[in-house]
């Protein structure tokens, strides 16, 4: 007889009725980034429910972990589709950002109407100090978890030299990683010092591999994709603000390897410095919404849409077409998700299995590393010195503070705050929350 507790066993699978209920509960729940949305997702359909096997669960997560766009919500999307196909992944997906994207709305509206009045300002003071300690306490995690040998060090040092100081594309750098890996999975794989395969049994798929379904799925997907975007192009030109968001992001949704933190370093300088869709402290800000709802943190794009659209919003009125400029970016932020997931799902084994790509992948993530800390200097700067210049000697680019800008209750605060979380390992809402209160403290008293 076989033991309920185990978690190799696995129920009958539910009715779509009743998946519907637990994947709008994940939804409303799923606060706390990627890892507590992993954890949350496994406690409930593995270890509640039983709708998957532990296998299948790591098999997943695995899977999209390889795949460019949040994890998390990848995953929603695949462990509805191993349920109940395209309908129990497209649900799944939908109902895990939903909650998420109605709440940034808001938050978005609530910023820009009334960000200028001084408590407001205040209490968003306080959550930029807090994401530069998050960003920091992320980047440790990340680095203790994703680097296992001196060459994956170096990858991630060589990439924050190539951003940092040379401001290289992050697609250019993710790619050089990717091939400085398929090299050392060739001729070196020991060097990466990870396991470049899995030796785990296959997991059951919801349908079997298929040529003709692959095609049908891609077509339509980018159907799906890119017609808005067309759209949007015929009925108001190439270079309208809503345009010029559905193509960039359309381009962070193939890149987007390694999670949010990982893209948020090139989004930001490029919303911030090559668009001017918005301010340093305002990104920040965007950053520390994102942080306290629920659904991934990549919704932080929501923001930067909305925001800029508002603010050059011919020939619409400003709150509708930061309405429609947030819904822009999160179309083409998390369609391409979806048919990342329709499309590869079948062959989720064949593709774990071969090396290459997985030695791609291990030195990819090594590069993410090097990212996070370009994002966390960038963040930091900005946090803590009114005015920063940027000045060029040649290929080389350099973030210069002016030192007598510097604002010491911001470098207080977030030292608290990473005190905080590193010793006394309080929680990102409790976080957020507390340097809310203080910047409301400092700023107003």
């Not at 990848?74 to 994207?101: D, E, K, M, N």
């Not at 440790?140 to 994703?146: G, N």
């Not at 010092?193 to 077509?219: F, H, Q, Y």
């Not at 942080?291 to 400003?318: H, S």
Request: hydrophobic fraction near 60%; proline fraction near 5%.
């Amino acid at each position: 007889m076989t033991d309920s507790s185990d978690s190799s066993f696995k129920a009958p699978s539910p009715s779509f009725a009743e998946a519907l209920k637990v994947w709008l509960k994940i939804g409303l729940l799923s606060f706390g980034g990627p890892a507590g949305q992993i954890a949350l997702m496994h406690r409930i359909l593995v270890d509640e429910k039983k709708w998957l096997t532990e296998p299948q669960f790591l098999h997943a997560l695995n899977f999209c972990m390889l795949l460019p766009g949040p994890e998390a919500q990848q995953l929603a999307t695949y462990s509805g589709w191993l349920l109940h196909g395209l309908r129990g992944g497209l649900v799944a997906g939908l109902l895990f950002i939903l909650p998420g994207v109605a709440v940034m709305l808001g938050l978005s509206y609530v910023y820009v109407s009334f960000a200028h009045i001084g408590f407001v300002a205040a209490i968003f003071f306080g959550i930029q100090c807090a994401v530069f300690a998050v960003v920091v306490e992320a980047l440790l995690r990340i680095a203790k978890r994703m680097l296992k040998s001196q060459i994956m060090y170096a990858i991630s040092a060589v990439a924050f030299i190539a951003l940092f100081f040379f401001d290289l594309p992050f697609p250019i750098v993710i790619l050089s990683a990717g091939l400085i890996g398929l090299w050392l999975g060739r001729y070196a794989p020991h060097l990466l010092g990870a396991r470049v395969a899995s030796d785990e049994p296959e997991a059951a798929a919801a349908s079997k591999p298929s040529l003709m379904r692959a095609c049908i799925t891609i077509v339509s997907g980018l159907a799906v994709w890119w017609g808005p975007v067309l759209a949007l192009v015929l009925a108001l030109g190439p270079d309208h603000v809503l345009v010029r968001e559905a193509l960039f992001f359309s381009k962070m949704a193939v890149v987007t390897f390694g999670g949010a933190y990982a893209v948020l370093a090139y989004v930001a300088q490029e919303a911030v410095t090559n668009f001017g869709w918005l301010a340093p402290h305002e990104m920040l800000a965007g950053l520390g919404l994102a942080e306290t709802t629920p659904g991934p943190l990549i919704l932080v794009l929501q923001f930067i849409g909305y925001v800029a659209a508002y603010r050059d919003a011919a020939p619409f009125d400003p709150a509708v077409a930061g309405v429609v400029g947030a819904l822009v970016t999160t179309w083409v932020t998390f369609v391409p998700c979806f048919l990342w997931i329709f499309v590869a799902a079948p062959y989720v084994e064949a593709v774990r299995q071969v090396k290459s790509l997985n030695a791609a992948l291990t030195a990819i993530t090594a590069a993410v590393v090097g990212v996070i800390l370009n994002l966390a200097v960038w963040f930091g700067l900005h946090v803590f010195f009114g005015t920063v210049q940027e000045i060029h000697a040649g290929p080389m680019r350099l973030w210069w503070p002016d030192p007598a800008s510097i604002d010491l209750w911001a470098l207080a605060l977030a030292g608290a705050a990473l005190i905080a979380m590193l010793r006394f390992h309080a929680g990102m809402i409790v976080t957020l929350g507390g340097c809310a209160a203080l910047g409301l403290a400092i700023r107003l008293l």
